[in-house]
């Protein structure tokens, strides 16, 4: 027998509560499987290489009874969220051991695939058991099922496909694909710090080097000076830290704005973007871990009206069926030509990886580049 620990969703935070670990979320290191015997009863066993650490987690483990744009985690079953794994074996004709995959996993080390266990079962009494019991609108989160994804051959680094290539990656290009209006000249402004625009702080990286692409003038906010020196290098006209400049400040200096973001940044940006221009918001983690009573509210609302403004929200899985072709297609053969980068900031061991969550969560991390969890391979 192999030991497989696993990373368990143990106890739902209250509302506005920052998960804790140890009490929120553990590290269970008891299981153990039979690589060679395990049962696959028609699916795949993969290994799990790389693990990402999503704002978006920390909405899935809300209440069930708290209507959302996600579903919910199973209480005692593993976090589930973007991934890297290779496959071990597989009695699939579409998957092949060897291949690699990306999408929603399990935090564990192995996992015999599709996973089941923390997904939509009627054994467990702590999750709506069938669509129609789900707040209307709802998006089931782990219908984003792993895909065989090309092996990179010394190209770029796997870890792309869970930056670049990953949800960071695809948020920032259905984005301005769909909603932004992105034309020569125009300014944006990609806010990485509050909570999102098209580029929330997870992909903000891409949202600026797909605004220069297009010819825009890219203001920019982040949380440290290290983050601000490296949205400068990927080309940002005016990123600035707004820990030391306001939003207000910053915007009255470098704007007025064509596109923007969301949070105490959309407030400013309601102030600074010119009449019938609009704001694409998605991502606000910065108001999930807060109490309702002390999360920020609008101040300059009334300029939508007064301005003409168009707000749109939206989640990646809107646009997938229309835009993955499209995103597989650009990105990759962008990356090669210098034309698109990325930063990855590696930490090891499926033992630190709730840890690296929660400092996604609460933006205490200072360090540049995507947090991924390396749990096997280079």
Not at 110 to 119: A, D, I, K, N
Not at 226 to 247: E, H, I, Q, T
């Amino acid at each position: 027998m192999t030991a497989n620990p696993r990373v368990v969703f143990l106890k739902r935070p209250e509302i506005g509560e920052l998960p804790v670990v140890g009490r929120h979320i553990i590290l269970d290191s008891s299981p153990t499987i039979d690589l060679d015997n395990v049962p696959l009863n028609g699916g795949f066993l993969t290994m799990t290489l790389m693990l990402s650490p999503e704002p978006s987690i920390r909405d899935r483990m809300r209440d069930p009874s708290i209507a959302s744009y996600t579903t919910t985690f199973i209480v005692g079953a593993p976090i589930i969220g973007p991934g890297i794994v290779l496959v071990l074996r597989s009695e699939r004709d579409d998957v092949n051991a060897g291949d690699y995959m990306y999408g929603q996993t399990p935090w564990e080390i192995y996992t015999v695939q599709p996973y089941v266990e923390g997904m939509f079962c009627t054994n467990f009494h702590n999750r709506p058991s069938h669509p129609r019991e789900w707040a209307p609108d709802t998006f089931d989160m782990d219908s984003l099922a792993l895909r065989v994804v090309p092996n990179p051959n010394g190209r770029y680094p796997l870890s792309k496909y869970i930056s670049l290539l990953g949800t960071p990656g695809l948020t920032a290009f259905v984005g301005f694909e769909a909603l932004v209006d992105a034309k020569e000249g125009t300014t944006i402004f990609v806010s990485s710090g509050a909570s999102g625009l098209v580029i929330r702080a997870r992909s903000s990286s891409m949202a600026i080097q797909l605004a220069k692409l297009k010819g825009m003038k890219v203001v920019a906010s982040a949380g440290s000076d290290a983050k601000v020196n490296y949205m400068r290098s990927l080309g940002a006209d005016f990123p600035f830290n707004y820990k030391k400049l306001s939003y207000d400040d910053a915007l009255a200096q470098y704007g007025p704005i064509h596109d923007n973001v969301g949070g105490e940044a959309l407030d400013a940006a309601l102030d600074s973007l010119i009449p019938k221009s609009r704001a694409v918001i998605c991502g606000v983690v910065s108001s999930d871990n807060v109490p309702p009573a002390q999360r920020y509210r609008l101040k300059n609302a009334h300029l939508i009206m007064k301005k003409r403004l168009e707000l749109r929200g939206f989640i990646v899985p809107d646009f997938i069926p229309q835009f993955f072709g499209k995103f597989m297609e650009e990105v990759p053969a962008l990356m090669p030509q210098g034309k698109l980068r990325s930063e990855e900031y590696l930490t090891r061991g499926i033992e630190n990886a709730p840890h690296v969550l929660i400092d996604v969560l609460n933006g205490r991390s200072d360090a540049v580049g995507k947090p991924i969890v390396m749990i096997a391979g280079d």
